[in-house]
Every structure is written in structure tokens, then in C-alpha cells.
């Protein structure tokens, strides 16, 4: 049986987060710690996490006064939710019935098990392990949530918090992720910091036709039509899904590249270190050529040919799984970018309009779809399948094929 928790849900300039509360020992078994540590594997530094490490000694301390009789904790214990790459069925899903009585509104989470980190609290939250079970069940704790929440953005919250604070040290809260005080020059970006920075760009230019419709909520269609409303003018798409598109453009696994950028001297911190090895990244020569311009200008240029081309007929492509399909499908034309030396509006409408012509007969309105879980998949592998990027026999759930051949008049 899944677990329902009563939210409230906050909107700030950062994005959307949900308040909630929950026993000590649920969240115990729900969230982990994630402390910043360098290791040596295979020759060289790695780098991972954003906390510091848990002070043992710190942890008594605090369960001591946990057991008083005058204990409290009203500040909340701040987390990220959906951290663990799990099957749809088992991540945390908010669900939002009523924009106007938060009593109908609650965060769903199937499976007491840990798919979620510690932005902010993990000493006081981690101190209950020195309670019993009795006590950890009675204690509430105040916590709060962003869900589907970017590792860039995790390290940026927590170092807003902490910065100022002097049990931190500041270096490491400026270190994280390349979030330091003075603003890194560009040359220096992982691949992450530069897909935050254009995410961001795109979300404030009037060029652009995701101006405004970017928020750093849930990455869930249903949240962000909560969110947006019923006007279509009034689309929203999650942050999350713009950072990894432009990932997918630039990096095999961006991660590595952080590390190896983390572990030179920062005057010798530059993308050109970088390998430009041959790879599924089309625009992996650009990132370390230090053109953003060019890599900003294909995005502007391609979804602004999608929108023309796509948003009326079909809305769906402009929702979560629909923008996943678009960065799918501009990899693709990005292939040919060498060749064709072409990244004008009218020649991505061209492809846009060649590939995605093969889609408009598939019914959506099917019981088929459904906009979150599985359903979300069955989208994504039919569009794919009608442009010719994949294949039946890639269908995983093999009971599904006959209805993908129904749907597409196979």
C-alpha cells in the first residue's frame, strides 16, 4: 500500500516546492545523504555528493536533546525527491486535485525505500538513528520538497543556505558544481552549469518560444498542467526536461566530464581538456569550441520550427515526453549538421515537417496513453516508431506490440 502525505504547495521565483509532514522514521527509510568526498579511481580524482560528512559526535549531541521533554525542530528538513533511477510505478508522484483546498492535495509514495537525498537538515534528520523506533515514529518532522529536482540545482539550494553560515566551509559550498561566488568564466563550464545556464536563456529571451513556460516544478505533466492552467497559451515544460535535452547534445556522461574539469587547478580549468572523442553528443565539438552561440542559436532555431510546425496539431509534443521526443529527434538532424552547414528555421521546419508528417494519424486520445508512468513511454516509443528512429522489436513489454500496430495501421 502506498503512502499519501497532505501538502501544501509553494510557488517562489526558484520554482515549485511541497511542505508536508511525516514521521522521523518514514523519512529515515525515505532519503539519503549525498557528502561532497575526492577519491582516486583509476589514476584520477573523483569528486561526489554536495553535504558535508556526518559529525558522529554532532549526531549524539542533538539525539540527546531529541529525548528531552522540551525538544523541537520547526525548521524544515529540506530533500529532493525521485534521486534513484526506479521504474515509474515506484517514484513519488505529487497530486494536485484541487488547486483552491490544499486538504485534497498529497505527495503519493509507493514504496518505503530510499529515492530521495538531503539538501538541507541531514544532522538533524540523522540524529533519530540514536532514537528507538517508538521514538522516531512519534516525532514529526516539517519537510520540505522539490521534486524531479536537477543535481545543479540541489548543490545551488545548499549552497544558498549554507554560504553564510560559519560551521560551512565556503569552499566547498562554492566548489559544488561549479557554483562559485565570482561566476566561473564560461570556458571553464561542465557540461551541466552550461545546459543550467541556456535552460535559463531560453526561459528570459524574447526570442524564444520557451520564455515563461520553463519552471523548475515536477517533472510531471500532470503537475504542470496543474500549474500552467488550461490555456494552452499558458504550457509549461519542467526544467529538468530542458537541462537533459541539451545534455544529450553535448555529453556521452556529464558527470565525468565534471569530474575531470573538478580536479585541475581552476587556472587550468578549461573545456578544451575535455576529450572530443567520436559520440552520440552532436554538438560535443561546439561545447568544447567554447561556442555557445551556435549551440543557443540551433536550439532557438529548431524548436522555433517545431512550434510552427507542431504546436497546433499536436499540443501533446509540447509537454514533458513530447520535448524528450523533440531533443531525440534534433540529435538526429544534428547528425547531418556537418554536411548540410545549415541550422536556419526553414531548414529545421523541413526536417521537422518530413518526420514528424508521419505522426499526425496516431490517436492519443487512446486508453492507450496516459500522461505519466508507462504511458509516457508507450508516447514516446510510438512516435519514435512512426518516424522511423525505432523499432518494434525494441519494444520491451512484448504484450504491448499488436496495440502499437493497431495504433499506427502497421
Not at 8 to 36: D, H, M, N, R, W
Not at 73 to 88: D, F, Q, V
Not at 338 to 351: A, C, R
Not at 364 to 386: V, Y
Amino acid at each position: 500500500m502506498s503512502n499519501k502525505y497532505n501538502i501544501l504547495e509553494i510557488k517562489q521565483p526558484l520554482g515549485t516546492f511541497y511542505v508536508f509532514k511525516i514521521s522521523a522514521f518514514e523519512l529515515l527509510q525515505l532519503v539519503e545523504s549525498e557528502p561532497y568526498y575526492l577519491s582516486l579511481e583509476g589514476g584520477k580524482f573523483r569528486n561526489e555528493g554536495i553535504q558535508r560528512r556526518f559529525d558522529e559526535g554532532r549526531g549524539r549531541e542533538i539525539s540527546k536533546f531529541l529525548k528531552s521533554s522540551e525538544s523541537a525542530l520547526p525548521n524544515s528538513i529540506i530533500i529532493a525527491g525521485n534521486t534513484r533511477n526506479l521504474p515509474e510505478d515506484e517514484q513519488w508522484k505529487v497530486v494536485i486535485q484541487n488547486l483552491s483546498n490544499s486538504n485534497e492535495n498529497y505527495l503519493e509514495i509507493p514504496k518505503l525505500q530510499v529515492n530521495g537525498t538531503v539538501i538541507d537538515g541531514q544532522h538533524r534528520l540523522f540524529s533519530f538513528k540514536h532514537l528507538n523506533v517508538d521514538e522516531q515514529k512519534d516525532y514529526e518532522l516539517l519537510c520540505t520538497l522539490y521534486l524531479d529536482l536537477p543535481n545543479p540545482y540541489q548543490a545551488y539550494i545548499f549552497a544558498t543556505i549554507n554560504m553564510n553560515q560559519r560551521k560551512v566551509d565556503k569552499s566547498l559550498a562554492y566548489e559544488l558544481y561549479g557554483y562559485d561566488l565570482n561566476d566561473d568564466e564560461a570556458d571553464k563550464w561542465s557540461p551541466e552549469k552550461l545546459a543550467v545556464f541556456l535552460t535559463r536563456k531560453l526561459n528570459l529571451d524574447d526570442k524564444s518560444i520557451f520564455k515563461g513556460h520553463i519552471s523548475l516544478a515536477a517533472n510531471s505533466d500532470e503537475i504542470l498542467e496543474k500549474i500552467s492552467g488550461v490555456n494552452s497559451n499558458e504550457w509549461t515544460i519542467s526544467t529538468a526536461a530542458i537541462v537533459e535535452g541539451i545534455l544529450s547534445l553535448i555529453t556521452n556522461n556529464a558527470k565525468r566530464d565534471r569530474d575531470e574539469l573538478q580536479i585541475k587547478f581552476e587556472n587550468e580549468r578549461s573545456r578544451i581538456i575535455l576529450n572530443e572523442v567520436k559520440s552520440s553528443a552532436p554538438l560535443r565539438k561546439y561545447y568544447i569550441e567554447n561556442n555557445d552561440l551556435l549551440i543557443y542559436t540551433i536550439l532557438l532555431n529548431f524548436f522555433k520550427s517545431t512550434y510552427n510546425v507542431l504546436f497546433q496539431s499536436s499540443p501533446i509534443l509540447f509537454k514533458t515526453v513530447g520535448i524528450q521526443v523533440q531533443f531525440i529527434v534534433l540529435k538526429k538532424i544534428l547528425h547531418k549538421i556537418e554536411k548540410e552547414k545549415d541550422i536556419s528555421v526553414n531548414y529545421f521546419s523541413y526536417e521537422v515537417n518530413n518526420l514528424f508528417s508521419k505522426t499526425t494519424n496516431i490517436n492519443f486520445n487512446s486508453a492507450f496513453f496516459q500522461l505519466s508512468g508507462i504511458g509516457k513511454t508507450r508516447i514516446k516509443n510510438i512516435l519514435l516508431i512512426a518516424m522511423g528512429l525505432m523499432d518494434l522489436d525494441e519494444i520491451k513489454n512484448k504484450q504491448d506490440v499488436d496495440e502499437y500496430r493497431r495504433l499506427l495501421n502497421y
